[in-house]
C-alpha cells in the first residue's frame, strides 16, 4: 500500500482551519504505506519502492507511511518493532526518498489514523471484512484471531481517506483492501455529503513485483521464507548475494533463454538482471549467448551487487545516525498531522460529533457581542 499527499501547509495554517464548504475538486494525490517487519528483500524494492520513487522524481504529490499499527495485528517484539521502525526509515531514505520532495512519516505518530479508523468502521458490517482474502488467509492458520487482524483493512481504509488520496499504488492481492475504502468513501458521501474523492489503483502491469523465490521459482519471492536462500534483502553483503544466487534453483537445460513459463527459474533471474540494470531481457540473452546458467549467475550477481551495493552502504549509514532519522520523521508527522487533523474536523462536524466546540463558538460569539 504505500505517497506524499500533503501540501506543505505551514503549521499556523493547520491550526486555524476552517472547513470548505464547496464541493472540492480532488487534486490528484498519491497515498502508499509499508510496514516495519524487517529488510526488504529485492521484490519489495523493485516492485514497489523504486516505483514510489519514480513517482516522486517526476513531480507526483505522494506520501510515504510506515503504518506500525498495521504490523502489530500479529504479534511484536517492542524492541524488534523498534529497531524495523528505523530501519524502515533509513531503507526508504537510501532508496532515494527524498524529504524534500515526499513526506515520510510514521503511522502511530498521527493519532487522527486509529480515530477516523473507529467513525469508518461504523459504517462497514462483519460481513464485509470476513471475505476479504488476506483475513481468510491469515486467519486460518490461528486458533484465536485478534479482532486487529480483522479490522485493519479499515484502518488502511482510514490511512487513505485522510488525506483525501486519489490513487494508490497496490499489489493485486491488495486490491479488494481498496475497494472496501472505496466502499467507505460512497457510504460516507451519501450519508454526510460529499467529503472524499473516489481512490483509484495504480497497479503496475510489469513482472518485478512477482519475482520469485530463488529456491522454487514456482513460489513468489517473500522474507517470511523458511529457507534464507530465498530472496535476496537490500541489507545483503556481496558474498551472500553471490552465495544466494550461485544455489538459486534453474534447471537442466545450460542455454540462457527467458521462457517464464518453461523455464520459471532462468527466467526469474534475467527479470532480476533485466530490472537492476535497465537492459531489456533479450538483450541479456543475446548478450549471454555461449554462456552455461552457471555463469550466467556470475554476470546477474554483479549487476546485483553493483546496484545494490549504493543502498546497503546508505542504510548501514542512516542507522548510524538514528538522530536525522528521528528528526526527518517527525518533520513529516507534523506535516501529516497538518492535513490529517482538517480532514478529521470536517468528518466529526458531519458526523455530528462538535456540539461542544460549537457551543464553546457560540459563547465566544456572545462575548464578542457584549463587548
Given at each position: 500500500?504505500?505517497?506524499?499527499?500533503?501540501?506543505?501547509?505551514?503549521?499556523?495554517?493547520?491550526?486555524?482551519?476552517?472547513?470548505?464548504?464547496?464541493?472540492?475538486?480532488?487534486?490528484?494525490?498519491?497515498?502508499?504505506?509499508?510496514?516495519?517487519?524487517?529488510?526488504?528483500?529485492i521484490g519489495n524494492y523493485l516492485g514497489a519502492v523504486k516505483r514510489w520513487v519514480d513517482l516522486q522524481n517526476s513531480g507526483e504529490d505522494v506520501t510515504y507511511c510506515i503504518v506500525d499499527l498495521h504490523s502489530i495485528t500479529m504479534p511484536q517484539e517492542p524492541e524488534l518493532l523498534r529497531h524495523n521502525s528505523l530501519q524502515m526509515a533509513a531503507t526508504l531514505l537510501a532508496c532515494g526518498i527524498d524529504p524534500a520532495k515526499a513526506t515520510l512519516f510514521v503511522q502511530s505518530r498521527v493519532s487522527q489514523h486509529a480515530e477516523?479508523?473507529?467513525?469508518?468502521?461504523?459504517?462497514?458490517?462483519?460481513?464485509?471484512?470476513?471475505?476479504?482474502?488476506?483475513?481468510?488467509?491469515?486467519?486460518?492458520?490461528?486458533?484465536?484471531?485478534?479482532l486487529g487482524l480483522y479490522i485493519y483493512p479499515v484502518l488502511q481504509?482510514?490511512?487513505?481517506?485522510?488525506?483525501?488520496a486519489t490513487h494508490v499504488p497496490v499489489g493485486e492481492d491488495q486490491v479488494q483492501h481498496l475497494q472496501l475504502a472505496q466502499s467507505?468513501?460512497?457510504?460516507?458521501?451519501?450519508?454526510?455529503?460529499?467529503?472524499?474523492?473516489?481512490?483509484?489503483?495504480?497497479?503496475?502491469?510489469?513482472?518485478s513485483s512477482r519475482l520469485k523465490s530463488l529456491r522454487d521459482p514456482t513460489k513468489k519471492m517473500s522474507k517470511s521464507d523458511p529457507d534464507p536462500k530465498s530472496c535476496i534483502?537490500?541489507?545483503?553483503?556481496?558474498?551472500?548475494?553471490?552465495?544466494?544466487?550461485?544455489?538459486?534453483?534453474?534447471?537442466?537445460t545450460s542455454e540462457v533463454t527467458f521462457d517464464p513459463e518453461n523455464r520459471p527459474g532462468v527466467a526469474n533471474l534475467i527479470t532480476i538482471h533485466s530490472m537492476t540494470s535497465g537492459i531489456t531481457p533479450e538483450a541479456i540473452c543475446a548478450e549471454a549467448k555461449g554462456l552455461n546458467t552457471g555463469q550466467y549467475k556470475l554476470k546477474?550477481?554483479?549487476?546485483?551487487?553493483?546496484?545494490?551495493n549504493p543502498i546497503r552502504e546508505n542504510i548501514n549509514r542512516y542507522m548510524a545516525d538514528p538522530g536525522y532519522l528521528a528528526a526527518v520523521i517527525e518533520d513529516g508527522c507534523e506535516k501529516a498531522r497538518?492535513?490529517?487533523?482538517?480532514?478529521?474536523?470536517?468528518?466529526?462536524?458531519?458526523?455530528?460529533?462538535n456540539a461542544f466546540s460549537m457551543a464553546r463558538q457560540q459563547k465566544l460569539r456572545r462575548k464578542e457581542l457584549a463587548e
Open positions: 500500500m504505500l505517497y506524499r499527499v500533503f501540501r506543505r501547509i505551514p503549521l499556523p495554517t493547520c491550526r486555524n482551519y476552517s472547513v470548505e464548504t464547496k464541493s472540492p475538486a480532488w487534486p490528484r494525490k498519491i497515498f502508499s504505506g509499508v510496514q516495519p517487519t524487517g529488510s526488504l528483500h477516523l479508523s473507529w467513525i469508518l468502521g461504523c459504517l462497514t458490517t462483519m460481513a464485509r471484512l470476513t471475505h476479504l482474502p488476506q483475513y481468510k488467509e491469515k486467519s486460518a492458520k490461528l486458533k484465536e484471531i485478534p481504509a482510514a490511512d487513505i481517506m485522510l488525506y483525501k467507505l468513501a460512497r457510504a460516507f458521501n451519501n450519508r454526510f455529503g460529499l467529503t472524499f474523492p473516489f481512490c483509484e489503483a495504480i497497479i503496475s502491469d510489469d513482472t534483502m537490500l541489507t545483503d553483503e556481496p558474498e551472500v548475494i553471490r552465495e544466494k544466487v550461485k544455489k538459486s534453483v534453474t534447471d537442466f546477474v550477481t554483479e549487476a546485483l551487487v553493483e546496484h545494490l497538518c492535513i490529517a487533523e482538517g480532514t478529521l474536523t470536517e468528518v466529526k462536524e458531519k458526523v455530528g460529533m
